[in-house]
């Protein structure tokens, strides 16, 4: 296990004093900068600063910032929702730690695909069978993986095939969390 003990801090942003949301950062005693390129290679939206020695991702309206000895996340109603959060993400660390024999580390730094690239790849039918009222409401929600792309059924019907596997080429699916 790679994360056994950390500290954690929850605090009002100090751009945003007296806001009802809460930014939270876990504090390791290890360094946690191997596990970067395994997570650079499975998360999806991951931007990975390789000089700056950390990885940032956005997962449902949290902004993520993995550093060598902290993990930080953003926009968390409360305490305990900051714990669950956090110790979500610690969890993913260790997992995708002990996995790292199976998957191929990539330490490049990717750009996030743009909710309208990803909207210029779905159907644009508006049909609201994911539960969004439109198709760049859902292109919106699965760059910040809100939404996954089996969420848009028509996708999987023929004639959307080329550009489903052209969304699964910019979009990696991201595991589960927590
Ligand atoms: S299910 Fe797909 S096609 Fe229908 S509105 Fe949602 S994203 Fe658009």
């Given at each position: 296990m790679l994360i056994e003990h950390y500290d954690l801090e929850v605090f009002t942003p100090p751009c945003d004093p007296g806001s009802e949301r809460f930014a939270a950062t876990a504090r390791l005693?290890?360094?946690?900068?191997?596990v970067f390129p395994y997570l650079n290679a499975t998360l999806r939206g991951a931007v990975y600063l390789r000089e700056a020695n950390a990885l940032t991702w956005k997962k449902g309206g949290h902004n993520i910032a993995f550093h060598a000895f902290e993990i930080s996340t953003s926009n968390v109603e409360d305490r305990a929702a900051a714990e669950k959060e956090l110790k979500g993400l610690i969890d993913l660390v260790n997992r995708t730690w002990e996995r790292r024999d199976e998957i191929t580390p990539d330490a490049e730094t990717h750009q996030r695909p743009t909710p309208m690239a990803i909207y210029k790849l779905l159907?644009?039918?508006?049909?609201?069978?994911?539960?969004?009222?439109?198709c760049y409401t859902f292109a919106l929600k699965l760059t910040t993986s809100q939404?996954?792309?089996?969420?848009?059924?028509?996708?999987?019907?023929p004639q959307y095939a080329g550009k489903l596997a052209e969304l699964r080429e910019i979009i990696i699916e991201a595991p589960a969390i927590g």
């Amino acid at each position: 296990m790679l994360i056994e003990h950390y500290d954690l801090e929850v605090f009002t942003p100090p751009c945003d004093p007296g806001s009802e949301r809460f930014a939270a950062t876990a504090r390791l005693t290890t360094d946690i900068s191997g596990v970067f390129p395994y997570l650079n290679a499975t998360l999806r939206g991951a931007v990975y600063l390789r000089e700056a020695n950390a990885l940032t991702w956005k997962k449902g309206g949290h902004n993520i910032a993995f550093h060598a000895f902290e993990i930080s996340t953003s926009n968390v109603e409360d305490r305990a929702a900051a714990e669950k959060e956090l110790k979500g993400l610690i969890d993913l660390v260790n997992r995708t730690w002990e996995r790292r024999d199976e998957i191929t580390p990539d330490a490049e730094t990717h750009q996030r695909p743009t909710p309208m690239a990803i909207y210029k790849l779905l159907p644009q039918t508006n049909c609201k069978q994911c539960g969004e009222p439109t198709c760049y409401t859902f292109a919106l929600k699965l760059t910040t993986s809100q939404k996954k792309i089996a969420d848009c059924q028509p996708m999987f019907e023929p004639q959307y095939a080329g550009k489903l596997a052209e969304l699964r080429e910019i979009i990696i699916e991201a595991p589960a969390i927590g």
